[in-house]
């Protein structure tokens, strides 16, 4: 236990200055960087618009389930399927504050590699989707962009960057944290020696686990490190970083009914293709080599002798674990206040919600309706409560034309 404890606090003070200040950066962007910014450059049916999609979307801390709706509210402001695709490609599988605790954690060469094979894969798979998906069959969208917000400014930025971005990824970055001090003390050094012959099984057997799975492109940064560290090649763990955060189930089937089947093959096969082709090339250029060097130096990074934090990194860690207990305890006071108050309110089952970007899409989408008063969304349960006398047809299509998946009356 003393050795878990002693990685725990390893790991997380070399994450937590880069962590608080990526998600600041974020916030900036989220308040100060008008949501008309992206859309006018997206317009244009040309390689420009896919170009700009990916560049835009790779500072933005969007997961691969709440770029969902945010790619749809662009698609309905005229932007061209190759800039929606290169952004929905590109945004989820990095972020400012995904980049910084990259480097803080795996290093320069990671950091560079994650953005670059993000911006590629985008452009690549926008220019490919330009050109096979065109007419693909699609569901008619309605915009679900988050309505305008207003307030302080400066408190907006605090406010999305330390509460509801900790709220979207928190407990999946503490759980990737331990799992990282887990493996570092648990996995045997010559685990993945055995298939160091073979980093091309090591990669498929990556894509395997993660495309299925939601990943943070934040929390996964601690596991990958300490896959490495174990002996995994680099290569597999930048698909596990690729494709991970890139995709999930719930986001290929909303993909699929949102823009058409074409659009969701052609998408899969450019995040699987282009994660193999960057894992082959870490591979080569040796990215990665400082954490097997500091693997094989310190005999892991749980060592006692490894523990020299300074106090500025010790205060971050206690500012960051602080945030993220506080964001998570108040997730979990208003779910119990939601099932306390809506005792006359209809609850349905919305699949596709992941983070406080699903939520608010939702919640402003069925909110629109004519004779809804309240609305509250919850992502971690997959319901929605709705308070008014709108039909639950109307309430299907508006949440459908959000993106996500209505499944009725819960329970």
């Known amino acids: 236990m003393k050795t878990f404890l002693l990685s725990f606090i390893d790991i997380t003070g070399e994450m937590s200055p880069y962590l608080l200040l990526g998600f ?52 309905n402001e005229n932007a061209s399927k190759g800039a929606v695709a290169s952004f929905l490609i590109a945004t989820p599988q990095t972020g400012i504050d995904s980049i910084l605790a990259t480097f803080s954690l795996m290093g320069l060469g990671f950091a560079i ?12 798979g926008g220019l490919l989707i330009s050109r ?13 962009a988050c309505g305008t917000e207003y307030g302080n400014k400066l408190w907006r930025v605090l406010k999305y960057a330390y509460y509801d971005m ?7 970055l503490f759980i990737g944290l331990l799992l990282a001090s887990l493996i570092t003390i648990a996995v045997p050094d010559e685990f993945f020696l055995t298939f160091g012959k073979y980093p091309l099984v090591q990669m498929i057997v990556i894509l395997v686990i993660s495309i299925p799975m939601y990943i943070c492109s934040t929390g996964s940064i601690p596991i990958a490190a300490a896959l490495v560290m174990k002996g995994l090649s680099p290569g597999a ?3 596990m970083l690729m494709a991970g955060p890139a995709v999930n189930i719930a986001s290929i089937l909303v993909v699929r009914k949102s823009m058409g089947t074409r659009f969701t093959y052609a998408y899969l096969l450019t995040i699987v293709v282009f994660s193999i082709v ?17 693997s094989d130096a310190t005999n892991g990074c749980c060592t006692a002798a490894h523990i ?13 674990l602080t945030l993220i207990a506080t964001a998570l305890i108040m997730k979990i006071f208003g779910r119990h206040r939601i099932h306390e108050t809506s005792g006359g309110a209809m609850v349905y089952i919305v699949e596709g919600m992941h983070c406080n970007h699903c939520k608010a899409a939702v919640e402003q989408a069925v909110g629109r309706i004519d004779g809804v008063t309240a ?37």
């Not at 900790?166 to 999946?172: C, L, N, S, T």
């Not at 010790?314 to 960051?320: D, E, N, P, R, V």
């Not at 969304?377 to 459908?400: F, H, Q, Y």
């Open 24 to 75: 600041l950066i974020a916030g900036i962007l989220h308040v100060y960087v008008p949501r008309r910014f992206y859309s006018r450059y997206l317009s244009r049916d040309n390689k420009w618009s896919v170009v700009y999609a990916a560049l835009l979307g790779i500072p933005l801390p969007l997961c691969s389930c709440g770029v969902i709706p945010t790619a749809i509210g662009l698609k």
């Open 132 to 144: 096979i998906a065109k007419d693909d069959d699609t569901t008619a969208t309605a915009s679900a």
């Open 278 to 294: 960057f894992g082959m090339i870490a591979n080569t250029l040796g990215i990665g080599s400082e954490l097997i060097q500091s």
């Open 308 to 320: 020299h934090h300074s106090p500025f990194r010790i205060l971050c860690s206690a500012i960051l």
């Open 375 to 411: 609305t509250k969304a919850d992502p971690k349960n997959g319901t929605l409560t709705v308070e008014g006398n709108a039909s639950e047809e109307a309430i299907r299509n508006a949440v459908e034309q959000a993106g996500f998946l209505f499944k009725g009356v819960g329970s």
């Open 237 to 239: 763990a930048l698909v």
């Open 166 to 172: 900790i709220q979207d990824i928190g407990a999946r």
């Open 113 to 124: 590699m994650r953005p670059v094979a993000a911006l590629v894969t985008g452009i690549c």
